[in-house]
């Protein structure tokens, strides 16, 4: 799927119809009545390179998925919903998917977790590490430790961490610019800051996370300038849980006695 913002309408459309499960004529047909307002089977396939007699299955295909009205004159008249209309419906059906998927997935799971994993695990993108981040913060129980570069830091992430704070989480930052500190305190009253490692800036480091002592997360950002946040090249990040698991014992050691010199200082 193309990000360019300047590619033609009729295409992007054509294009999202398809993703939604839609045969390339029915979204051939559907873009070309919702320009026409009305038309024949021979006004569409005209102005959608849609085959004349294809157009008809193609009209069946979006009455059954409710997206056009027939008018029974002759020649037969079609008529499509609004792209606001149609645009709630196949919201609508997206969302019924979503639940059923995740109802499904969670009967799937495992009764009991595994408690420790060896090795760690890789995740690439930063949207997909921004993901995974949000999934610890929800699962997170006693304390979140969480470094990061300001623009990382994004309204989800604050989102997520308010509340884990209101369900009791410790949370403690470090990283981020006195502006957006100031915004913090006021949104989650009882974050903890402390100072960095490092001067982030000057690294390609991304985040360093620690939740209830026992999983970490440290990611790189390898070509954030020229990658968009949903490219594999933009963020590369390893995670681990267990307390014997390597990553989360040298991590842990790092930010304990990170922490343990900011409360003597």
Do not use: C
């Not at 009305?38 to 849609?50: I, K, L, P, W």
């Amino acid at each position: 799927m193309t990000n360019n913002p300047d590619e033609d309408p009729q295409s992007v459309a054509i294009e999202q119809l398809e993703r939604f499960g839609l045969s390339a004529y029915a979204a051939r047909t559907f873009v070309a009545l919702a320009s026409l307002g009305t038309g024949t089977a021979r006004d569409v396939s005209q102005v959608s390179a849609v085959p004349r007699t294809r157009v008809y299955d193609a009209i069946d295909e979006l009455h059954d998925r409710g997206l056009v009205d027939i008018l029974q004159s002759s020649p037969k008249q079609f008529w499509a919903i609004s792209g606001e209309t149609a645009s709630r419906t196949f919201e609508h059906e997206l969302q019924h998917r979503t639940e059923l998927l995740r109802s499904a997935l969670r009967e799937l799971e495992p009764i009991e977790q595994r408690a420790e994993q060896r090795g760690v695990w890789t995740v690439d993108g930063q949207t997909s590490v921004t993901e995974r981040v949000l999934e610890f913060f929800a699962n997170a129980e006693e304390e979140i430790v969480y470094m990061t570069v300001e623009d990382l830091l994004t309204e989800d992430l604050i989102e997520g961490l308010g509340e884990a704070a209101e369900r009791g989480v410790s949370i403690k930052l470090a990283g981020v610019s006195t502006d957006v500190q100031e915004r913090i305190q006021d949104d989650i009253p009882g974050a903890t800051m402390f100072e960095s490692l490092w001067v982030w800036s000057d690294t390609s480091a991304g985040r360093l996370m620690m939740v209830d002592g026992r999983k970490t997360l440290v990611s790189a950002l390898v070509n954030g300038a020229d990658a968009s946040p949903s490219d594999p090249r933009s963020e590369t990040a390893i995670w681990g849980e267990g307390e014997a698991n390597s990553l989360v014992v040298v991590l842990k050691a790092i930010f304990t006695w990170r922490l343990e010199t900011e409360e003597r200082s």
